[in-house]
């Protein structure tokens, strides 16, 4: 499984943005795709998961503020991201589950830069 982000930028507080993953490769063995961050020098954290049945869970920061949605048609998925903050600056990646043979593996995109300045 490849995964591409794509969609950070730069952008004020209280601005919105929308990041895509598309996935190719072994798709059909995907069962959860998710978002995470990584601020500098903070460790790696979630931030929404999403099954392909549209179940989705979030981090307490970004609840209310962030929507994760999939398009299995397109196997791509999407972080709708709203009145951002200025702590949510960070690289944001891509990960995608399979599962195959009760045999899991993870994948990670190589990420996509947000910053939210002033």
């Known amino acids: 499984v490849q995964l591409v982000e794509s969609g950070g930028d730069t952008v004020q507080p209280g601005g919105s943005l929308r990041l895509s993953c598309v996935s190719s490769?072994?798709?059909?063995?995907?069962?959860?795709m998710g978002w995470y961050r990584q601020a500098p020098g903070k460790q790696r954290e979630l931030v929404a998961l999403?099954?392909?049945?549209?179940?989705?869970e979030y981090s307490e920061s970004v609840k209310g503020r962030f929507t994760i949605s999939i398009d299995n048609a397109k196997n791509t998925a999407f972080l709708h991201m709203n009145n951002l903050k200025s702590e949510d600056t960070a690289v944001y990646y891509c990960?995608?589950?399979?599962?195959?043979?009760?045999?899991?593996?993870?994948?990670w995109g190589r990420g996509t830069r947000v910053t939210v300045s002033a």
């Open positions: 490769g072994s798709v059909g063995n995907i069962y959860v």
């Open positions: 990960c995608a589950a399979t599962d195959v043979a009760d045999s899991r593996s993870l994948y």
């Open positions: 999403i099954g392909r049945s549209g179940n989705s």
